[in-house]
Nanobody, 118 residues
Framework: QVQLVESGGGTVQTGGSLKLSCAAS????????MGWFRQAPGKQREYVAS???????DYADSVKGRFTISRDNAKNTVYLQMNTLKPEDTAIYYC????????????WGQGAQVTVSS
């Protein structure tokens, strides 16, 4: 069982920045894939970014060049640095951890609200 605790959400104006954190209850070096998904009101949950051991970082086209995912294994934490935020980035952001792959079954955080005002 892996518990994930997210933090760092909030409200920011268009063009601003936020950094989300997701702390895992187990060593992150043992977690094959960690990543972020988001869900806007009335929409399905969508992929944002992932960090996979031996593979590296991957991003959805909509955030490429603006968001950066990173891991701090000393803190068992994965981060999502979000720059040049747009109103369409407004959503609840969920952290996911999987021992099999970001698209396989895994564990989810409780979600962090990100609101970008225009």
């Amino acid at each position: 069982q892996v518990q994930l605790v997210e933090s760092g959400g909030g409200t920011v104006q268009t063009g601003g920045s936020l950094k989300l954190s997701c702390a895992a209850s187990v060593s992150s070096t043992s977690i094959f894939a960690m990543g972020w998904f988001r869900q806007a009101p009335g929409k399905q949950r969508e992929y944002v970014a992932s960090s996979t051991l031996g593979v590296g970082a991957d991003y959805a086209d909509s955030v490429k060049g603006r968001f950066t995912i990173s891991r701090d294994n000393a803190k068992n934490t994965v981060y999502l640095q979000m720059n040049t935020l747009k109103p369409e980035d407004t959503a609840i952001y969920y952290c996911k951890a999987s021992f099999a792959g970001i698209w396989s079954s895994g564990y989810w955080g409780q979600g962090a609200q990100v609101t970008v005002s225009s």
